[in-house]
Structures are given as C-alpha cells and as structure tokens.
C-alpha cells in the first residue's frame, strides 16, 4: 500500500482521488491558517507553478492538531488560501496527522518514524508512492535541499533545439 492507495476527501468534499497522482512526484504539507509557518503557503504554490508541468503535485492537508492554528471550516480555509496565497494546488478535508485517531496517509507517510513535529512537516513522495524524504516544519519551500529532493525524481526538462542561424551548410 502506498499514498496513492488511501482514501481521503477533497477540501469541498467528495473524494481527493489519490490514485490520480501515481507517476507523479508528490510534496504532502500539512498546512495550517493561522501559523507562524503560514506564509509558506507563498512558497508552496511557486513549487506548484514551477514544477507542476514536470509532474509535481503540491497537497495541501489542513490540521487543526498543532496550537489550534486551522480552525476554520473548509469554505475558510479555502477562501483564505486563494484570497492570501493564490493557492491553485489541491488541499484535502482537514485531519489529524498524530495520535489516535491519525489519518490513514500520514500513517504511510510516517510508518514507523516520528511523530508530525508541528504545521508545514513535509513529505516528498516519488512517483512509485514511496516517501522519499521528509523535512521539518520550518524548511522554507524555496530551500535548496527540498527542492534537491524534488528534481532528482522529477522527469528532466525537454532541451529545446538550438536556434538555427539561418547558415547552410555547405558539403
């Protein structure tokens, strides 16, 4: 069992449909409204917007768990998010990531390790569903080893042609 085999809803509701993203890198955050880590939100969807085309997908999981810092219900923190953040990338319902009552997709993102520190702990997730690495909640999303960690399992970007000059070449 991977990520990509857990069930977990959408923000709105209705299934967030996991399985779409196998074949794709994944960078699971969970994200909160009212953290002192917050403004990664910014960070986040540069991520999404620099690396979605080459298969990144940014996921977004609100919890409530640490400091009581994502109260708000899906409408707010949806509202928040694109109103503050422009966030584009997917978010999932809001759930617990420690203790007993743990969503099913931190228990694979987990395992056997550690429990989730505090907000914005992310996962970065290869295409095969396996976690790749993991990072403490305050790695800003622009850091190098983060970013490291999603190109080595991203495709290499397509080299265009060089532009021709217009010469012939003569045999």
């Known amino acids: ?3 990509f085999d857990v069930d977990i809803d959408a923000l709105q509701g209705g299934p967030a449909d996991l399985r779409q993203y196998r074949g794709n890198v ?8 009212k953290c002192g880590f917050t403004p990664q939100y ?3 969807e540069e991520l999404h917007r620099r690396y979605g085309d080459r298969g990144l997908v ?3 999981v609100p919890c409530n768990q640490f400091g009581e810092q994502e109260p708000g219900t899906a409408g707010d923190i949806e509202q928040f998010c694109q109103v503050n953040y422009g966030v584009t990338f997917p978010l999932t319902a809001k759930v617990d990531v420690n203790g007993p009552g743990r969503h099913p997709l931190y228990r694979e993102l987990v395992g056997a390790g550690e429990d989730i520190e505090w907000n914005f702990e992310k996962f970065v997730v290869g295409p095969d569903g396996a976690v790749e690495a993991r990072f403490e909640p305050g790695t800003e999303p622009a850091d190098e080893r983060l970013t490291a960690a999603i190109e080595k399992r991203l495709p290499h970007p397509t080299t265009p042609p060089p532009p021709t000059t217009g010469l012939k070449t003569v045999h």
């Open 26 to 33: 994944v960078l699971v955050v969970n994200v909160a409204s």
């Open 58 to 60: 940014v996921l977004g």
């Open 42 to 44: 910014a960070g986040l």
């Open 1 to 3: 069992m991977t990520i």
